[in-house]
């Protein structure tokens, strides 16, 4: 199938001038077609970056530079340090698809005004078994949730499905590929919430200078990369994953905490 008879590769394909970055990517017209790297070799020379073939693509986008497994392909930590040259729009369209699967499709979905669109209430409302659970989370909790883990920390699409009380993406830090309902991922971090919100709570007083204090914390961890490897991105049963510290955050900031003046200030 060629451009001229995939309406959503050819309305994509016109957005390429000369160049165009998608997430982590960035394509270039060519005279013989299109070239492929990430947006953080733009200015390498050619000859330093390892030339890969179309059939290179699925074993690069498994894994991160350190060899995590990359659950989810629309995370921020594409391997850099490559270059692949295509022919012509379908072998472009065949790349993203492996880089980011469904990214051209849902493009075009979301080009309409009114976007075809799953929000969290209709999508969790469908699910069954251990993901029905997923309903129990309130508007308030399901929001961070999605603040959560769908921050441009750790995913590049561009959130258009809300919950009452959250907006939709507002673009800042993403992409232009649009995320139409909530990923597995999100799924199983919104059950993974819903049991630790069920869990007995302890009762722990915080003055707002110790909850800053928390709050900073949980910063400087997030700003902290894993450099041994000992978190798993979809591992939701650690309790030091990032985006459960990111959750922890989103409740911080939720407290109804005034700043105090102390006599000494
Ligand atoms: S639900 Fe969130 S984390 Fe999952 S793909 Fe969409 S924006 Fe990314």
Request: glycine share 4%.
């Amino acid at each position: 199938m060629t451009a001229l008879d995939h309406p959503a590769l050819r309305a994509f394909t016109a957005q390429i001038r000369d160049e165009l970055a998608v997430a982590q990517v960035l394509i270039r017209r060519t005279k013989h077609g299109f070239e492929l790297r990430h947006v953080d070799d733009r200015d390498r020379a050619e000859k330093t970056l390892r030339e890969l073939k179309l059939t290179d693509l699925r074993a690069l986008v498994q894994f991160t530079a350190g060899r995590a497994f990359r659950p989810l392909k629309s995370a921020p930590n594409l391997q850099t340090g490559w270059v692949l040259r295509l022919n012509d729009d379908t072998e472009l369209e065949s790349a993203l698809n492996l880089i980011y699967p469904g990214a051209i499709a849902d493009w075009f979905a979301a080009q309409p005004p009114q976007p075809p669109v799953s929000h969290y209430r209709e999508f969790t409302h469908r699910q069954t078994g251990m993901y029905r659970i997923t309903t129990l989370l309130s508007d308030a909790q399901a929001g961070q949730v999605a603040r959560a883990c769908c921050h441009p920390q750790f995913c590049l699409k561009r959130r258009l499905w809300t919950v009452n009380g959250l907006t939709p993406d507002a673009g800042e830090g993403k992409s232009l590929i649009p995320c139409l309902e909530p990923c597995p991922l999100l799924l199983e971090f919104a059950r993974k919430a819903v049991r630790v919100e069920q869990e007995e709570k302890l009762k722990l007083e915080l003055s707002p200078g110790e909850a800053a204090t928390l709050t900073a914390a949980l910063q400087i961890a997030l700003a902290t990369p894993d450099t041994r490897g000992n978190l798993r991105e979809a591992d939701f049963n650690a309790p030091g994953n990032p985006r459960r510290l990111r959750l922890l955050l989103e409740k911080l900031a939720a407290l109804p905490i005034k700043p105090t003046v102390s006599a000494e200030d």
